[in-house]
């Protein structure tokens, strides 16, 4: 029972989708430096992720693979449009900031490859949770960026001032973002390491 749960939310800190896979980078690099930011890119992310994965489970598998991946990004690309016309009404100057990045979300790697990888091969009603749990990784990651990079690039929190004595502009940049994203991504591997590599691979394992 422990392995089964373990495995279902492996996708939050286990096999994160930005810090252990590397996925869906380059939004959280490029636009993740304030958390006014990192909440519109959450709202895409889960947007058009969760509802297309879940209806792209339906697809026949008997279908061959490149098929089932061409449909799955029209999937995708038709939730995309609904979902981009509400986050230009509630988020217009983070959607401007986000750009070309905005239309790559809806064909991250969560939704062309992990379907087929890891979730369809499992029970959807564990399929949705796991899902779930993957998706707020990304979520959890997002934030923490975001509310780091924005204090110390901008001295603000949400857009509000705050008392910093110094600021680091670069953490607001595309460079200033990968680097932090790299520290990140050294201390995530560095307390993993610390973690037993049999439990390890427990929560990563999901093909049964």
Do not use: W
Not at 54 to 73: C, D, M, N, Q, T
Not at 91 to 99: D, K, T, V
Not at 126 to 137: A, E, N, P, R, T
């Amino acid at each position: 029972m422990k392995r089964s749960e373990n495995r279902l939310t492996s996708g939050l800190f286990a096999d994160n989708t930005v810090l252990s896979a590397c996925m869906v980078i380059s939004p959280a690099i490029m636009c993740g430096d304030t958390i006014k930011n990192a909440i519109a890119l959450i709202y895409v992310f889960t947007a058009i992720t969760l509802p297309s994965v879940l209806i792209a489970s339906f697809v026949p598998k008997r279908l061959p693979y490149a098929v089932k991946i061409i449909i799955y990004a029209v999937i995708s690309s038709l939730i995309y449009i609904p979902v981009k016309i509400l986050a230009e009404n509630y988020y217009p100057e983070s959607i401007a900031r986000i750009g070309i990045y905005f239309p790559l979300i809806a064909v991250n790697s969560l939704i062309v490859y992990q379907t087929e990888a890891k979730f369809f091969r499992m029970k959807r009603t564990k399929m949705i949770g796991s899902l779930i749990f993957y998706v707020f990784g990304f979520d959890a990651v997002m934030l923490i960026t975001g509310f780091i990079r924005e204090l110390f690039a901008y001295g603000t929190i949400n857009s509000r001032m705050v008392d910093m004595n110094t600021v680091i502009s670069g953490l607001g940049k595309p460079f200033g973002g990968f680097i932090f994203l790299g520290l990140m991504c050294g201390i995530y591997r560095k307390i993993r390491s610390m973690i037993p590599e049999k439990k390890v691979r427990s929560d990563v394992n999901v093909s049964d």
